[in-house]
């Protein structure tokens, strides 16, 4: 197996706490943990099917695997764990991957689990800090509680709250000048709503802020915050609930369809009074994730928090796909067998006005996606933002992308395929870029992973080879402290 097709393979090993050498010199300030989430073993055997293997249909189907990066006085050392969640043990245990995105039975199949909220627990996508402990996200409300030093399963979050929840982002939006987490999910039933909540720093506690009616609730995984407004991106990849009753219809996402007649739908709401102040359609395209949005009054001049009246337009950055296939196309025996590549996106910013003119965008680069920027700099105008190419032959680039210009700097390597580029800002720096980009990457030529550690201008600063190979997974934080 070679190039890229290495990170799709299974992982079982798990290690606790090991050293890690590490090649250059790691900044001295760097201190606290890199936590990432992600599939890591879609392939099982069991003694309840006669030792016969059962696999998952799609990427995003395989069990939830953490791995962590612990920082300390220049040294690295390195936990990964899968959860033993109930997901873990019906894979594992009974040769089953039911109820997850795509593989058959899919989660929300069954009236029942829609109204009693027995989705997955197969968390398997991000993680965040949530009241006093660690969390790991799925697009189920069925969050669960990790330890933060060794991962282990510390059961399912308890919500202080009594909301319905169905279909839920696992990219929460931490608020920079309370702390408190936005998020939004889809509840459904005879009314169809999308749900905007936010959860207070230090409690568990959704509050709604909003819900909106909608006829076919789409597929939305990521969501955009300035400092008065959330946006929620709705593509046409849409659903009737009642498609979820029927026989033959295979996993979650089966249930949907592409209607691009519809367009792309802008929700724009006031964060301090829930108004949805516009409803914007532009010419149909699919999104996974957001990068950075922020408000301008009428001279473009920058809008803060308590001057959300002032503002005249949102700004918003995000990677754009011509259609659904970027998230249809991605079984694992397409991706196993090295003959489905991985989609191209545009990374696009977009210029909603909240009244009066129509939206218009500029596409600032191409093939990439996993775009990320400096905490810092969250709801501001900013200067980059960092991304994974997604052009895959011999190795791919992490990018950083001048959002004015749209100029790119690039750090490639061949046969080495990058993750997700995490920022992490110096304290105390003074330029946006002043930081380190940590990137868990795919060395196929060694067949195994390296946690790269890069400059903010991409220039390599250290690299730590892991005992293993660990396949592909999404998101990640780091976390500076962890009291």
């Not at 516009?278 to 996974?288: H, I, Q």
Request: a negative charge; glycine letters at 10%; charged letters at 25%.
């Amino acid at each position: 197996m070679t190039g890229y097709k290495t990170g799709f393979r299974d992982l079982t090993e798990e290690v606790r706490d090991r050293p890690l050498d590490v090649e250059g010199s790691l900044p001295t300030w760097l201190e606290g943990s890199l936590l990432r989430n992600g599939p890591a073993r879609w392939t099982v055997e069991t003694p309840k099917n006669g030792g016969d293997s059962a696999e998952a249909d799609h990427w995003f189907d395989g069990l939830a695997h953490l791995t962590r990066f612990a920082v300390m006085d220049g040294e690295l050392r390195y936990t990964n764990h899968f959860p033993r969640t109930e997901a873990y043990h019906n894979a594992v245990d009974e040769g089953s991957f039911a109820g997850q995105f795509s593989s058959s039975g899919g989660y929300l199949a069954k009236l029942k689990a829609m109204l009693t909220g027995e989705a997955t627990d197969n968390a398997n996508v991000h993680v965040a800090r949530i009241g006093d402990g660690l969390v790991a996200l799925t697009e189920t409300p069925n969050w669960i509680r990790l330890d933060p030093e060794t991962l282990t399963h510390r059961g399912s979050l308890s919500y202080d709250d009594d909301l319905t929840a169905h279909h839920v982002t696992a990219h929460l939006r931490q608020d920079p000048a309370t702390g408190a987490h936005w998020g939004y999910f889809t509840r459904f039933g005879r009314t169809n709503k999308y749900v905007l909540f936010r959860i207070p720093e230090g409690t568990t506690r959704r509050e709604p802020v909003t819900s909106i009616t909608v006829d076919r609730p789409a597929c939305m995984h990521s969501f955009a915050l300035t400092p008065g407004h959330a946006v929620l991106v709705e593509p046409p990849l849409v659903t009737h609930p009642s498609k979820f009753l029927l026989p033959g219809r295979g996993g979650f996402i089966n249930n949907y369809d592409w209607k691009p007649e519809r367009g792309t739908r802008f929700h724009i709401i006031r964060r301090d009074t829930g108004e949805r102040v516009r409803e914007l359609t532009v010419p149909p395209f699919f999104t996974f994730h957001t990068a950075n949005a922020f408000a301008v009054d009428a001279d473009g001049a920058p809008v803060g928090q308590n001057s959300v009246d002032a503002a005249a337009a949102l700004v918003v950055d995000l990677v754009a796909y011509e259609d659904a296939s970027a998230v249809t196309d991605l079984s694992m025996d397409a991706l196993r067998g090295g003959g489905a590549g991985f989609p191209s996106g545009e990374l696009r910013r977009y210029r909603l006005p909240l009244s009066g003119e129509t939206p218009a965008h500029e596409t600032l680069t191409t093939a990439v996606e996993m775009p990320r920027f400096s905490p810092a700099v969250h709801t501001q105008p900013y200067e980059h933002v960092f991304a994974q190419s997604t052009e895959m032959d011999g190795g791919n680039a992490l990018v950083r992308v001048d959002v004015e210009t749209g100029a790119t700097q690039r750090w490639a390597e061949p046969e080495v395929f990058s993750g997700e580029p995490i920022f992490v800002p110096r304290p105390d720096g003074d330029a946006e870029a002043d930081g380190v980009v940590l990137s868990l990457c795919l060395d196929a030529a060694e067949e195994r992973s390296v946690l790269l550690v890069l400059d903010g201008d991409l220039t390599e600063l250290a690299r730590a080879p892991l005992p293993h190979t660990v396949p592909f997974g999404f998101h990640g934080e780091f976390f500076p402290t962890w009291e």
